[in-house]
């Protein structure tokens, strides 16, 4: 009986661990799709400008977190350096 209910805790630890490295992930994924639209501001070649335009309607939620980023900027390469334990 206590087999099966360690079995579960040592399950739900690696689902959970599992969900925050996928969260991460999709985070930096987004930030990616924006350099891409948005990149010429910083100095990135930069889609056509008709595709910018197009994909710009799906990239307001991306501006807000941009916005917010910015204004508490933090070290991003000690971020994922404590995803992967280091």
Not at 47 to 71: D, K, N, Y
Request: hydrophobic residues 40%; aromatic residues 6%; glycine residues 8%.
């Amino acid at each position: 009986m206590g087999g099966r209910k360690s079995k579960s805790m040592f399950s739900q630890f690696f689902r959970e661990h599992a969900v925050s490295h996928i969260q991460v992930e999709r985070r930096e994924l987004e930030n990616i799709f924006a350099l891409l639209v948005l990149g010429s501001f910083v100095g990135l070649p930069s889609p056509p400008t008709p595709l910018s335009i197009r994909m710009l309607p799906h990239l307001g939620r991306e501006l807000q977190v941009m916005g917010r980023r910015a204004e508490t900027l933090k070290d991003i390469y000690g971020e994922i350096a404590s995803l992967m334990d280091l």
